[in-house]
């Protein structure tokens, strides 16, 4: 009796999509998004994700993310179409979203927001498994991350940050000498990790400069169901007001609710601590950081160590 042939997986599934693991064995990184690709368990993890966090965007997020999640017209109904986003996205910060098929290097991430292009996946979680991220999703980079590049004052902090990956790649070719170049690279992308960790993933900011309340604006709070609430309400969280020195040296872990986060004033604030950001680089107090999370792979070190600047 002849046995039936296993069919492929459907869809787009984190960790089971046949489209991304063929892309990868062919050494694509930047790719189209395959719309037709996924699958009615795909639509559904969207809509259970976008219809549980709404209220909690609504109670907990910066008035700015929800203008974005607006002005992107975001649909509860349906994954989103990356084309669709670029079109309202573009003409509000020039910034786009780029359709990849993985892990994007440091440096290259980096300069694809200088460049004010955001690498983006486009698997999404499996629909009975919302909690467990193992890895970057759609929801996680549409709804968490770009309605936030949809503010001007916001995305320019992202190019600002992108800039100064750029100076930090191209200062390291001034060491003559391997082994310390190496040093250097690690602990200024140890640095570099850690302010776009306690910024862009896991800020807070006041509502209002001198107000008390906090607010959300990095999208790994805004895409958990459940750390959004418990970063602002729990007093197992501390929160601080922005220190650069505490920043840059505060390792992390990625599987846990962050125990410490810090508070930035303003958008404005941001900005001039990238400012901060550039001109410690310059002045060598990013050259030995304290060591621990994140540990630096040898993609992230090549990155930099092999930066192109055409």
């Not at 004010?116 to 999404?124: Q, V, Y």
């Amino acid at each position: 009796m002849a046995t039936a042939t296993p069919t492929r997986p459907e869809g787009l599934t984190t960790t089971r999509a046949p489209f991304i693991e063929e892309s990868q064995s062919r050494g694509d990184l930047f790719i189209e998004q395959p719309y037709h690709l996924y699958s009615e368990d795909n639509q559904e993890a969207w809509r259970r994700l976008y219809s549980r966090m709404m209220p909690r965007w609504q109670r907990y997020a910066h008035p700015r993310f929800l203008e974005g999640v607006n002005n992107l017209a975001l649909s509860s109904d349906a994954v989103p179409r990356l084309e669709d986003i670029n079109k309202f996205l573009e003409p509000l910060s020039a910034f786009k979203a780029k359709a990849v098929a993985g892990y994007v290097p440091a440096y290259m991430f980096f300069d694809c927001l200088r460049r004010r292009e955001f690498p983006t996946t486009i698997t999404i979680r499996d629909k009975d498994s919302l909690d467990y991220l193992p890895e970057p999703d759609i929801f996680h980079d549409v709804a968490g991350h770009v309605p936030m590049h949809t503010d001007r004052h916001f995305s320019d902090v992202l190019v600002r940050f992108g800039e100064v990956a750029r100076a930090a790649a191209k200062r390291a070719l001034e060491i003559p000498e391997r082994e310390r170049r190496v040093h250097v690279v690690e602990s200024n992308i140890k640095a570099l990790a850690r302010f776009f960790w306690f910024t862009v993933e896991f800020g807070l900011m006041r509502h209002e400069p001198g107000s008390e309340e906090i607010r959300v604006y990095g999208s790994g709070l805004l895409s958990s169901f459940g750390e959004i609430e418990h970063c602002v309400e729990s007093t197992d969280v501390q929160r601080y007001p922005f220190q650069l020195e505490w920043v840059v040296n505060q390792y992390f872990e990625i599987d846990k609710y962050q125990p410490l986060l810090f508070v930035v004033d303003s958008f404005k604030h941001l900005f001039e601590q990238v400012d901060v950001l550039e001109a410690w680089l310059h002045q060598g107090k990013l050259d030995n950081v304290s060591p621990g999370e994140p540990l630096i792979n040898e993609q992230d070190l090549r990155s930099f160590l092999n930066a192109s600047f055409e």
